[in-house]
């Protein structure tokens, strides 16, 4: 791998910089978040268990709204904001099935 010096590194147009912090707290929460997420996907293309599903892909979005308020991005604190409502409301509605309630 070529190494660059740092008046490179600064200055160039074509050497990737992440925009982002690394391992900060929000990045390690980004990650963690982005992994569940993941997981919750396999589960519902598998079809194993939706409350499961909806379980973990709260707990997702959740992480990644912490972040998103971490980064004062709006746009994403809305987006996570309304999955996360709308997760926890499937979550509530599938809470009587899974209790046999």
């Not at 996907?41 to 268990?49: L, P």
């Not at 979005?61 to 996360?84: E, F, H, P, Q, S």
Request: hydrophobic content about 50%.
């Amino acid at each position: 791998m070529t190494k660059f010096t740092t008046e490179e590194i600064l200055n160039s147009k074509r050497i990737f910089k992440s925009a982002t912090p690394k391992q900060t707290k929000d990045w390690y929460v980004k990650w963690i978040a982005s992994i569940t997420l993941l997981v919750a996907m396999v589960i519902r293309a598998s079809a194993v268990s939706p409350f499961l599903d909806t379980c973990i892909s709260f707990v997702g979005c959740a992480g990644w709204l912490y972040v998103a308020i971490v980064w004062k991005d709006r746009a994403l604190i809305m987006l996570n904001t309304v999955a996360c409502f709308i997760l926890l409301t499937g979550i509530l509605t599938q809470l009587p099935d899974v209790w046999g309630l």
